[in-house]
Each structure stands twice: as C-alpha cells, then as structure tokens.
C-alpha cells in the first residue's frame, strides 16, 4: 500500500525521521548489538578481562540443566497464562456480547484491571496469599489445605499464573468482544433458523469467525508472558522456590545483574530476540494475509 | 516517587507520539533515497520489548551516565514502533485527494502536517496517549534496575522496595496503601477514558 | 482568465503510457470538457494541468508561459474533487479561506472574500458548520467555493457531480455553468457523463484510451463524428453500426446515393462500417431500399419509443422514436429508413471517411 501523493525532496524527510532513528539506533540497535557481541564473550568475575568464546556460552547455556529448567518452566508458564487469561476472557467477551443493555456497565467493571501494574497484581495476589495475613490462605486453612508458595513449586507457579493472568483477562476481553461485534448478526441468525443450538452456533460459526483475533491475542500473550510478567514474579516468588518459577526474562536479569554473568545474559538475550523475532515475523506473514481478505 | 512516576509515564508518551508521529509523517508522505531501509529498520522494533535486550541497554545508559536520570528512564522505553506503525496506519487512511487540494492551496509539506494532519488525527493521538501513559506507569523492570537512588524510584517499583529483607514481617498496611496509590492514577485514566482508551488499544495492536 | 495550451503531452505510469499526445489550445474564458469512458485518462490529464502529476513529455502552458515544472498554488489553479476533499476538522469558512491564509492575505481581506463567495453559493447559513454536519449538494457548494474565493485563472474539475443524486446533479450543472459565464474564468472539466459534456461545453474533448479522437463544440462532435468511437460515445442511444456487407444490392445502392466518392470508394473494402444514428431511422412502408429488421423488444420511454432490433444477419438496431407512433410487437418485421445525410462512413481503424 502506498500513497499516491507524494512530497518531493529528502532534506526534509530526514529531519523528520531522525529523533526516531537516533532513539533507535542509541537504544534498540546498538544494545542489540551489544547482547551479539557480549554474547560471544566470558568475562572475568571483576569485570576486567573477556575472552572471546566464540558459541561457546550458548553451547554451555544449552547444556546447562538449569536453563533447560527455565525454558520449561517458561512454556508451562506462558501456556498456562495465555490459556487461562484468554479462555476467562472469551468466556465474559461472549457473555457480554450477548447483553443488550448493561454491557458498558460490565466493559466498565472488566477493564480497570488492565490499568494495574503486573507489579502491583503482584503485590494484590501475594497479600491475599500471603502464609500470615492473607485471606485466602486462611480460608483454605479453615479447609484444611495449608497453603505456602514459598516452599511448594506449584502452588508457587498457580499463583503467578493467576496474578499474571488477572490483569489480562481485561486487554483479550476487549478484543474478543470487538471480535464478536464485528461477526454480522446476520449470519448468526441464519445458523439460528437453521436451527443450531447456542453451542453449536458457537462452535462451527462464531469460533472460526473469531480465529484472526484469537490467533493475534494468542502471539501477543505469549510475548507478554514472556517478558510483561516480569513484575509479577520478582515480586511474588523472585523465581523460586528452587527456580521452580525462573522464567526467561527473569534468568536473564538474575544472570546478568545479580550474578554479573555478562556473557551468558547477552546470550540469553539473544536467544530470547530470536524467539519473539519468530513469533513477530509469524505475526506479520499473518496480518499481510489477514489484510487479503 | 508518584512525581516520579507522572513525569516518567508523561515522558514516554509524549516523547514517543511526538517522534512516531514525525517519523510515519515522513515515511508516509516522502520519497526518498532509503525511505524503505528506515521503514524496515524502524518496524524491527515494534515487538522486541527493552526487557529482551535489558543488560547491554543498561551499560549504554550507564556509559551515557544517565543512570538515576528521567532521560535514562525514559528513552530506552520510547525505542520501539508501535506508535509509528499505528500513525502509519492511519495516516494510510487518509484520503489522497486532501493533500492534493492542500497543495493547490498552497500548503508546504509542514504546514499540510500543521493544519491538516495533526488536527485530523486528534483522537488516534488521544487514544495513544492513554495507552502510553499506563505502559509508561506500570514500568517495573526497567526502572528497578536504573533508579538505584530512592530519590528518583517510581512508585510501582517503590513498593518491591517495601518489603523487608530477610525475616522481619512486612509492614502490610504501608504497602497496601502505596499499592493502592500507585493503582488509582491509571485506572481512573482507564475508567474516565474508556472509550479513548478501548480505541488506542484495539487500533494500536491491529 | 487565462489561455491554456497543452502541446503533445504524455504521461507514462513506469513503462505503461497512458496519454499519447494531447494538443489543444484553450481560449481565455472557454469551458472544455473532457469526456471518455472509465480508465481513458481524463483525470491524469487534469492532473497534469493541475501540477499534481508529473508531466512525462510535452508541455503545459498557462497564459503563454510554460509551467511543467511549477507547483500548483504557483499555476494558479483551482480543482475541485469527485469527493470534494472538503478538510472535515475545519468549518466551511476555514475551508474556504485556508489557501488565502496560506498565502497570507490579511484577516479582513479573507473574510470580505469568503463572505461574498458564500454570498454568491448561497452559504452564508453555513459557514460555521463542518463538512460533514452538511448535504452532498451543499458540500459540493463549499467545494466550488473554495475554489472560487481564491481568484485562480483557471477551473479545474474532476467528475464534481458524480456523487450527487440524478436531480440535485441537474441543478448543480446548470449553477455551475451559470457561475462560469458570469466568472469568466476559464474552465476543463472533466466528465464521464455525455450529457453535462453536451450542455456544458463550448467545446470537448472526447478522449478515447489516451487519445483525443475529437476537439470540438458540442453540437460539431455530435453531427459529424470523427471517428467510430465518437459517434458511439456521443448521443444515446448510441449509434447502430453495421458492415456493408449486410446489404442487398437494391439497398446499398440507395444508401451510397448520398454519400461522396470517397465514402463509396471507402465502402468497398471489407472492413469499413456504416454508422446510422438511432433517431435518423424511420419505420416505413417495405420497399426494397430500405433496411429490414426483425423487432426484439420496444421500449416506449412515455416522449419517445426505443425499437431494438436486428439485421437479417444478426446486427443489434435500435431505432427512436416519437412516442405517440403505434409500438411494434417483439417477432415483428419491420422497414427502416434512413434520414437523408445520416450516413456516415468509418474505415477499419475508425476514422470516419
Ligand atoms: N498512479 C498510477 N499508477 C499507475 N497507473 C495509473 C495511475 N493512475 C492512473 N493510472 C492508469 O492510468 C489510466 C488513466 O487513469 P485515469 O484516472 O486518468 O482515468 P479516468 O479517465 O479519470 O477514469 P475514471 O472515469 O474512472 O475516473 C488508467 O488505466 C489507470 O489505471
Ligand atoms: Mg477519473
């Protein structure tokens, strides 16, 4: 696609591009370039020497059980949130979309926990599940269920996944819900006269209709889980316990700043721009088809 | 650190609308040598968050010296497309035949921009500005690791702060309240400006 | 006021040309209107006077001076779009009154200008409301206001009426063309509607895929064609053609009677047609010189009738005529005459002999 209109000259273009392609290059490229390089590297604990590597980090990182560890613990992880936060979400968006009156009061009540840090979900969650004062665990006590996500790998990964997932029921609801909007009532009520059921309808119509926005939340939400969800977890777990919720991103900050292992952060880094470069080049060949039809 | 975090968050936002709106105003509207090497160079960014390439950004702003400074937290966070590529967009949509009768007015390129598609995108920059703002907000990694004096931490990163090291029982009340705090701004953007807000978002993704 | 010419001017879109040659000269005060099928090139050539389209080769010149390479404010120009490109965030007084801002006239001086424009359009209620808080027609107003108020020493419109509907279309035409006589201003308008090029012009351009096939006044174009094409884009219905070949004897020797020496020599060869206007024909009594038809289907319009039929060897006819005369009936054979030097000859490459 491209403009018919043209303005002539370059001088002028230039000027206009170049705040953006200082910002860029000082802050996207050049660093990026850096984590290549670095990642080539191993530096000396005090920081004085490096010697050139070559793939010999990522070979190691590879190997290493501990990162291997992560990457599963990521894929549990983003799985996990996206499916929670995108199945809670349908489910609502498709209620929502089936009120006639009221639906903006309802948007209204589902959109503000869009507006919360992953952070501050963080900190939300944990003192509801807090082993001292929080409500839910003492509830559960009450049950009979003694609940510590200190010490227990699971119900540490249940509650970042809830918390992660929490705030972005809001951002997939919205889209589903415009995604549902968008479907013509026409066609829905043809399949009615046809006489299929609800769940039929929504099965065999409104679902494959739905498939572009589902399949565009489905690559955005494993970006956010990727890297948004940071702020979750350093504040509810900081990893543990035993790395049991270690993710990516957090090894990467745990490697290269708490334990100044430069190298094998730069390496992971690289490894992590090649996996969203991927899922963002997927993305793409998909919209540019999306755009055809 | 709630100053802290308005002028990181207003920062972003305007700082990334102002150079994104430039930048898609020359891709669209230009021909020139290049034009489709900087487009491309530009749009590589729009899906790579700072967290991907977090330690080595840190060194360049370190090396810049400006740790524990609003630019430091600011810039490395406006190094990305996706405000470009949605003014892209939207300029896309904007009908040849007005710049056409722009410049048989006599409009200059700056002034087509000034009068005409400034005014005329006035709610996508809105709708943008909502969204930047809370992204800008709810910042934790990056200024976590940059704001090392508590002087310049903002307040979602602020609470991490809160808890206490080792075994001593956190002060809930205290971080509750500053949680609260650091909550309320942004949802009541979201809230007041649903309809801004459900529009940025919905356009800026797509 | 100003004198236009256009001397050989082409325009190529990469490797593909798409105007092969224009040339005319423009008298100050002329209404030209360039009429042509979808896809002829009539909006390109605006374009290209306009300064909005690079000019490939050849040359425009506005009152003597060559201005190919001078941008469009600077031409002194005025265009008016299909779509009005009214800017939707102003009201109709700053739409109005941007380009004199622009070029930095004084405040009061603007608003004398807009003032009396709107005056003249009828717009004075409006002029603070937006474009879209308006009707297509009044939109279509504000359009041709904006050209107005600044002056330009030349119209240029681009299909103004295309999104109008079929009555308030009439009526902007006649506005259009009332304001053109009492502005002077000289004028390319560009349609591909026959009848505003009819009623409108003093003279068109009937552009056939890039090529002006014809220049003249409307009422020349329409009696004496220049070419196949002409004859079949201007007058509706459009003209019948057929191939000598299709004739008896007895019939093609009444129809050569009228024609010159060139034409007869011209009907010899096998690819030339013969044109005949669908009003030149008159159902008569059988005879063996007339042309004989078998009827399709009538039309009767109420004023006037439209008789299809066709040609012993399948050639489509159409005939019209007054609408009091009896209707014939579908399967019907009928005779046709020819109104006296009606005739007209094209040779294979449609040029008319
Ligand atoms: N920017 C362009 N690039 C390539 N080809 C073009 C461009 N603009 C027009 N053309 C081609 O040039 C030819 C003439 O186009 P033009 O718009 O002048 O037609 P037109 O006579 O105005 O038709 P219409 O009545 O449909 O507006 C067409 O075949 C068109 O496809
Ligand atoms: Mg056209």
Not at chain 2, 183 to 203: A, E
Not at chain 3, 205 to 231: K, R, S
Request: include cysteine; aromatic fraction near 12%.
């Amino acid at each position: 696609m491209e403009k018919r209109v043209k303005f002539k000259g370059w001088r002028l273009p230039m000027l206009l591009l170049l705040p953006q392609l200082v910002v860029t290059v000082v802050f996207f490229f050049y660093p990026a370039g850096q984590a290549v390089w670095q990642s080539m590297f191993i530096s000396d604990p005090f920081g004085l020497k490096s010697q050139f590597v070559g793939l010999g980090n990522f070979e190691f990182l590879l190997a290493d059980k501990f990162y291997r560890a992560s990457f599963i613990t990521t894929a549990i992880f983003s799985g996990l949130t996206t499916l929670v936060s995108m199945g809670a979400a349908l489910y609502l968006a498709v209620l929502a979309d089936r009120l006639i009156k009221g639906s903006g009061a309802y948007r209204t009540l589902l959109i503000w926990p869009y507006a919360v840090a992953p952070a501050v979900a963080g900190v939300l969650w944990l003192f509801m599940f807090n082993s001292r004062v929080g409500v839910v665990t003492w509830y559960l006590g009450l049950m009979g269920y003694d609940w510590n996500h200190v010490l227990n790998d699971n119900e540490a990964m249940g509650l970042v996944v809830v918390a992660s997932s929490w705030g972005r029921i809001s951002y997939n609801f919205l889209f589903f819900l415009a995604g549902l909007q968008a479907i013509p009532k026409s066609v829905i009520e043809a399949a009615a006269i046809d006489g299929a059921q609800f769940w039929t309808r929504f099965r065999t119509i409104v679902f494959p209709l739905l498939s572009p926005t589902t399949f565009f939340l489905l690559v955005v939400n494993i970006v956010y889980a990727f890297f948004e969800t940071f702020g979750v977890i350093h504040t509810i777990t900081s990893g543990g316990p035993q790395q049991a919720t270690t993710i990516l991103v957090y090894k990467v900050f745990s490697d290269g700043f708490v334990g100044q292992d430069l190298g094998s952060s730069a390496a992971q880094s690289v490894i992590l721009l090649v996996i969203v470069g991927a899922l963002t080049i997927f993305q793409f060949k998909f919209i540019e088809r999306r755009v055809h039809y | 650190m709630l100053m802290n975090s308005l002028i990181m968050a207003l920062g972003i936002a305007l700082g990334k609308i102002v150079i994104s709106l430039l930048s898609a105003f020359a891709i669209v509207y230009f021909n020139f040598p290049g034009r489709r090497f900087f487009f491309w160079m530009i749009f590589l960014t729009l899906m790579l968050p700072v967290e991907v390439r977090i330690v080595p950004t840190y060194q360049v702003i370190a090396n810049f010296g400006m740790l524990n400074s609003y630019s430091g937290l600011i810039f490395p966070l406006i190094a990305s497309a996706t405000a470009t590529f949605l003014f892209r967009q939207f300029f896309m949509t904007v009908p040849d035949e007005l710049t056409e009768a722009a410049r048989v007015d006599g409009a200059r390129p700056m002034q087509f921009f000034w009068d005409i598609l400034l005014p005329m995108s006035r709610t996508n920059i809105a709708a943008l500005f909502v969204i930047l703002f809370i992204y800008g907000w709810n910042q934790y990694l990056w200024p976590l690791l940059i704001t090392t004096d508590p002087e310049m931490n903002t307040i979602v990163m602020g609470i991490k702060q809160m808890f206490p090291s080792g075994d001593d029982v956190a002060d809930w009340p205290v971080i509750m309240a500053t949680s609260i705090l650091a909550m309320i701004p942004p949802i009541i953007i979201v809230i007041s400006m649903q309809k801004l807000f459900i529009r940025g978002l919905v356009d800026s993704e797509k | 006021m100003a004198t236009i010419k256009l001397g050989n001017l082409k325009k190529s879109f990469g490797k593909t040309e798409v105007i092969h040659g224009i040339d005319i000269d423009i008298d100050e005060g002329e209404f030209i209107v360039i009429v042509g099928p979808s896809g002829c090139g009539k909006s390109t050539m605006l374009r290209m006077v306009a300064g909005l389209e690079t000019i490939t080769s050849g040359e425009v010149q506005i009152n003597g001076a060559r201005v190919n390479e001078l941008e469009p404010m600077d031409r002194n120009i005025a265009m008016v779009f299909q779509n009005y490109a009214l800017y939707p965030h102003m009201c109709v007084f700053d739409n109005m009154a941007y380009g004199l801002k622009i070029a930095k006239m004084p405040k009061p001086e603007i608003a004398e200008r807009v003032r009396a424009v709107a005056e003249m359009l009828e717009l004075e209620e409006y002029l603070q409301r937006r474009p879209r808080e308006l009707s297509g027609g009044q939109r279509q107003r504000v359009a041709m206001g904006r050209a107005i108020v600044r002056k330009p020493d030349v119209f240029l419109f681009d299909e103004p009426l295309s999104n109008l509907d079929a009555k308030l279309r009439v009526q902007m035409r006649l506005e259009i063309k009332e304001l053109q006589r009492s502005l002077a201003v000289t004028t390319l308008y560009v349609t591909h509607d026959q009848v505003e090029a009819m009623t409108l012009a003093d003279r068109m351009i009937v552009m056939n895929d890039g090529i002006a096939d014809q220049i003249g006044a409307p009422l020349d174009v329409y009696e004496n064609p220049a070419t196949a094409f002409v004859a079949g884009f201007i007058g509706s219905p459009a003209t019948n053609f057929f191939g000598a070949d299709e004739l008896t004897v007895s019939q093609n020797k009444a129809l050569t009677a009228a024609l010159n020496d060139a034409e007869r020599a011209a009907l010899d060869q096998p690819a030339t047609m013969i044109g005949i206007r669908p009003e030149h024909l008159q159902i008569c009594e059988p005879n063996g010189a007339c042309l004989t038809l078998t009827v399709n289907y009538s039309e009767a319009l109420g004023a006037e009738t439209l008789i299809h039929g066709k040609l012993p060897k399948g050639t489509a006819i159409t005939i019209r005529q007054n609408g009091r005369l009896p209707l014939p009936e579908g399967g019907q054979e009928l005779s046709a005459v020819w109104s006296e030097h009606s005739v007209m000859v094209f040779e294979q490459n449609g040029r008319r002999v």
